[in-house]
């Protein structure tokens, strides 16, 4: 399969609601990224909001991912606005995930920022991407994937406005923002726990009523199956460096007894 056919193929799986999983990346570590590409992920997410990946890293990460042949690569961009949001598609990535949208209006924003005119407002300048999506702009806007952040309680208060946008192709739940925004004293707090499931609830229900993808993050398989029994369509799993600890410690606690 071609990177620009699987760029092509997971866009229309996004929009066909189909089940996909995927992994997240938060450190700057290309040969990492390119082993984690090979275990079978439909995706693979750089975090360039709170990971410790620049624009270098980014570029690296994404020219990893497709060296696996496998999955393709998403951005998380650090801000809802158009130079990160067209930086990241010119490297190469099928899609951009949009933190802490509040509105319809800025869901909106995020969706022009990555289309070229006349839909959208990204430059244009295809540096990289024109090996994976293509140089014609009406094909790139039909194959790039944007996804809005709901974490903030006006994000989940205008939630089924904001799936309502055109050219959104689906929503991400950010767990720990969205604990705090229905009033969790910290990301993992269990005080909230019935408060918390009801806003998943709300989010998952307003995207399958606009017939868009519905995401999430979660921190572990076990989490991510529950959720897409659940109805939530597009799942990601835990990151890079969260298991890198995680998996090193068993060894050690195995190895003391």
Partial sequence: MTRRTAARDFAARVRARDRILGYWSVIDSPVST??????????????????????SGMLAGITAIDAAEGPVGLVRVESNDPTP???ALDAGAAGVIVPLVNSAEEAAAAVASAKY?????????????????????????????????IETPQGLANVAEICAVEGLDGIYVGPSDLRIAVGG????????????????TTI???????????????ASGELAAKRLAEGYTLATVASDLTHLKAVSQSHLDAARG
Wanted: hydrophobic residues 45%; aromatic residues 6%; without cysteine.
């Fill in 204 to 218: 998952r229900e307003a995207a399958a009523a606009a017939g868009i993808t519905a995401g999430i993050h979660t």
């Fill in 185 to 200: 004293a910290h990301s993992n707090d269990p005080a909230v726990d019935a408060e918390f499931e009801a806003a998943l």
């Fill in 34 to 55: 390119e082993w984690l590409a090979h275990v079978g992920w439909d995706y693979i997410a750089l975090d360039l909001q709170h990971g410790l990946i620049g624009y």
């Fill in 85 to 87: 949001i067209g930086r």
């Fill in 117 to 149: 005119p006349p839909v959208g407002v990204r430059s244009y300048g295809p540096m990289r991407s024109q090996l994976r999506i293509g140089p014609v702009p009406a094909e790139a806007n039909s194959e790039t994937i944007v996804l809005a952040m």
